[in-house]
């Protein structure tokens, strides 16, 4: 069915990445054979519609009663970690000071280490926590020296409550990609980012709002264009 088809494309997409980083260490190898595969037959991800406009985040936040639960919140939305990573987040994993989170290899989906820089609403919910108490993990469990280990059910009570039943956890991290991508934000920065191996995978968060459409076309300047097309523009016709 299309659900397969989307994770064999996935499964090829990670095999290639791992042929293409085995080819630059060089490990021996020489060819990718995951990019000779005929994937035509193979169906592409349906673009998904769960990201959250400005004002739809602020009817979320503004549902929720704890100062944690917006920590939450604001983590997903502007620094697009995912569920676990968000709640395994430890003190130790963030610089205050060059306004930084550090997620290290073993915590990322990929396994590749990534590094965010601080949106200032992220700044601002971490440094209300007093210094004190900026140690072990952000989002603390009942048990001691242990992490929250799940948000899902506090966060469809804060759902229920914005009237907002069909928000899922994970599109706060579809959010702050399309917000990305929305601002302009080169798509090499903004998959760096997410901690996504391929351009494929970014492009499934990429939604156009008529503001960034009408940016886009207002860029046109007929004073700066040459009369000359170039290939590029000739293949685009």
């Known amino acids: 069915n299309g659900g397969h088809h989307v994770q064999t494309r996935r499964d090829l997409a990670f095999l290639s990445s791992l042929y293409t980083r085995a080819r630059r260490w060089d490990c021996g190898v020489t060819d990718n054979p995951a990019k000779n595969v005929d994937k035509s037959d193979l169906r592409e991800a349906r673009s998904r519609k769960g990201h959250l406009k400005p004002h739809e985040f602020e009817k979320l936040l503004g ?50 280490p990534r590094e965010i820089p601080m949106h200032d609403s992220v700044f601002d919910t971490l440094s209300s926590t007093p210094k004190p108490k900026r140690s072990g993990y952000v989002f603390k469990g009942r048990k001691e020296n242990k992490a929250e280990n799940n948000f899902g059910s506090r966060f469809r009570r804060i759902r229920q409550r914005a009237g907002m039943p069909k928000v899922r956890v994970h599109d706060l991290r579809h959010t702050f990609a399309s917000w990305l991508l929305q601002s302009g934000v080169p798509d ?27 940016r886009a076309v207002a860029l046109i300047d007929l004073n700066t264009l040459s009369d000359t097309q170039s290939s590029d ?4 016709g």
Request: proline share 2%; glycine share 4%; charged share 35%.
């Open 233 to 236: 523009e000739n293949r685009a």
């Open 188 to 214: 090499k920065t903004a998959r760096d980012l997410m901690g996504h191996l391929t351009p494929s995978m970014t492009d499934r968060y990429s939604h156009n709002s008529l503001r960034s459409k009408r």
């Open 63 to 112: 549902a929720c009663r704890q100062e944690n639960h917006r920590r939450f919140m604001i983590l997903g939305a502007y620094t697009g970690m995912r569920h676990q990573e968000i709640l395994k987040l430890s003190w130790d994993e963030i610089d205050m000071k060059q306004k930084t989170i550090n997620l290290p290899g073993d915590r990322t989906k990929n396994r590749e």
